[in-house]
C-alpha cells in the first residue's frame, strides 16, 4: 500500500473514531429504595465502538442533534479542534500521558476550550466539560445542547451570565410551578443509560435559574429484563418495563432523576452536596401519575446522608406505598406529622449494609400525588427521633421502585430540589 493511501486512510479512521469514541467513566448504579434484604450496588459496564484503523471509509455520515453544519459537534456547543493536517485533536483528561478525549473549540479561535461529553450514548457529542483554572476535567457537562444561551434575557451585568463566561444556565434552585422549562429529551433502552439534564422554573433565566439534574434508568436489579424511558428535564415517562422481584425481594429496578452525589455518580450543579448547618431550607417536589398497566411499584424519593461524601444512612419517603412490598426494616411509629407538613405517615427503620435507613411511608390509599416539602424538616425529624447519622445531604432523588412488570404509563410529571443556603 503506498504511503500517502496509508496516511490517508489513518486519517480518515481518525475522523471515524472520533466520531464514536467519546469521555466514558467508570460509573457506580444503586437502587434508591428497598424491599427487605435488598442489595444496593452495581457496576455499570463500560461500553466503547472502534473503529478498524485501516477502514477507507466509515458508516454512513450522520450527525450530532443541533449540528447543521454536521461536524460532529453540536453548533451551540462548538467545533472540533483541528491540527495543521485536519486532525481532529485529543486531550489527556485524567493526567496519565495519554490522550483519550476529543477537543472542542467552543468559541473558534483555533484553542481546545473543552473535551466533547455522549450524555445519552447514542455515539454523537452533546455537551462540553471545560476544565478548571488546573486544567482538571471532572466529567460533568459544563453545557448542554439546547441549553438556554449563556446571558440569554438580559446584557452582560443586567442579571445575565456575560456570553461566553462558562456553564449551563445559572444553578440556583427552583421549585414546581406551572410552567417549569425543560432540558431537551429522549428515549433510554439501555440498562444503565444515565443523562446530564436540566429544570427551569419559566422560561426567562434571568428570572428563573435553572437547576442541573442526572437522569438514570437504572435497571439494577437481578431479574430486570427491558425498558423504554422517555425522558425531558427532571420529567419521565415509563413507556414499557419488564421485570420482577429478585429472591432476595430487590426490585427489578429504580427510574429516578436526582441532585447531587449519589453513590460516585455527580449532577451539575445543583446545590448538593451540602451540610446540613450550611442550609436554610432545601426545598423539593414530585408531581406524578399512575399508569395504565402494572402496580407493583412505589413513588418514592431515596436522600442519601453522609459524613462528607462518605454516605452514613438512607432516608426515604414513599409518596405510594404498594400493597405487596415494603420498606427494610419495621414500622416503629405510625400516624407521625413532621414539622409544618400536614401529611401522616408510617415510619420504618432499619439497617442496609450496615448504614441506617428510615422510611416516611403514606399509609395506603393516601397517596400523594404532588407534593412539596423541606427536606431539612425530615432529616432532623429523622435525626433527633430515628437515630439517623450524617452530618451531609448528599443527594436527593426522586423515581418509582418496580417490583414487577409489564409497567406501562406511570409518570413523574415534575421533580425540582431548591438548596437555599445560610
Avoid at 467508570?26 to 429504595?33: D, F, G, K, L, V
Avoid at 444512612?313 to 420498606?327: G, R
Wanted: proline share 6%; with cysteine.
Amino acid at each position: 500500500m503506498a504511503l500517502a493511501t496509508l496516511q490517508n486512510r489513518l486519517l480518515q479512521a481518525e475522523k471515524c473514531l472520533a466520531r464514536g469514541q467519546f469521555v466514558h467513566h467508570n460509573e457506580r448504579t444503586i437502587a434508591m429504595s428497598f424491599s427487605a434484604r435488598t442489595s444496593l450496588a452495581l457496576a455499570l459496564p463500560l461500553l466503547a465502538f472502534l473503529p478498524s484503523l485501516l477502514s477507507a471509509s466509515c458508516a454512513p455520515k450522520a450527525c450530532a442533534l443541533n449540528d447543521a453544519d454536521c461536524d460532529q459537534v453540536p453548533d451551540d456547543i462548538g467545533a472540533p479542534s483541528r491540527g495543521t493536517a485536519g486532525e481532529w485533536l485529543k486531550v489527556d483528561t485524567n493526567k496519565d500521558g495519554m490522550l483519550d478525549s476529543y477537543g472542542i473549540d467552543e468559541d473558534g479561535n483555533g484553542t481546545i476550550d473543552g473535551v466533547g461529553l455522549d450524555l445519552n450514548a447514542d455515539g454523537f457529542y452533546d455537551a462540553i466539560d471545560r476544565p478548571d483554572a488546573q486544567g482538571t476535567y471532572d466529567g460533568v457537562a459544563d453545557k448542554i445542547t439546547g441549553s438556554p444561551a449563556e446571558g440569554s434575557g438580559g446584557a452582560p451585568g443586567s442579571g445575565g451570565a456575560s456570553p461566553g463566561s462558562g456553564g449551563a444556565p445559572p444553578t440556583t434552585g427552583s421549585c414546581l410551578t406551572a410552567t417549569p422549562s425543560h432540558s431537551p429529551g429522549g428515549t433510554a433502552t439501555g440498562q444503565y443509560q444515565q443523562v446530564d439534564t436540566w429544570r427551569a422554573n419559566c422560561a426567562d433565566f434571568n428570572t428563573c435559574p435553572a437547576v442541573q439534574y442526572k437522569f438514570l434508568a437504572n435497571g439494577w436489579g437481578t431479574n430486570w429484563q427491558s425498558h423504554s424511558i422517555t425522558y425531558a428535564g427532571t420529567q419521565l415517562s415509563i413507556d414499557s418495563y419488564l421485570g420482577s422481584e429478585g429472591i432476595d425481594f430487590s426490585p427489578a429496578g429504580y427510574p429516578a432523576v436526582f441532585c447531587g452525589l449519589y453513590s460516585d455518580i455527580q449532577s451539575g450543579e445543583c446545590g448538593l452536596p451540602a451540610t446540613i448547618a450550611s442550609l436554610s431550607r432545601l426545598d423539593s417536589g414530585m408531581r406524578w401519575s399512575a399508569g395504565s398497566a402494572g402496580t407493583d411499584y412505589n413513588v418514592s424519593y431515596d436522600i442519601w446522608i453522609g459524613n462528607g461524601t462518605t454516605q452514613t444512612a438512607f432516608l426515604m419517603l414513599w409518596l405510594h406505598d404498594p400493597a405487596s412490598d415494603q420498606p427494610v426494616g419495621s414500622a416503629t411509629a405510625s400516624n407521625v406529622m413532621v414539622g409544618s407538613d400536614p401529611a401522616r405517615w408510617t415510619v420504618w427503620t432499619g439497617t442496609h449494609q450496615g448504614m441506617r435507613i428510615v422510611s416516611y411511608v403514606r399509609p395506603p390509599g393516601e397517596d400523594s400525588m404532588s407534593y412539596s416539602f423541606d427536606v431539612l424538616e425530615y432529616v432532623r425529624h429523622a435525626q433527633q427521633n430515628y437515630a439517623l447519622p450524617g452530618d451531609t445531604i448528599m443527594s436527593v432523588a426522586g423515581g418509582f421502585e418496580i417490583w414487577n412488570g409489564p409497567v406501562t404509563g406511570l409518570k413523574i410529571e415534575d421533580f425540582c430540589v431548591d438548596a437555599h443556603p445560610l
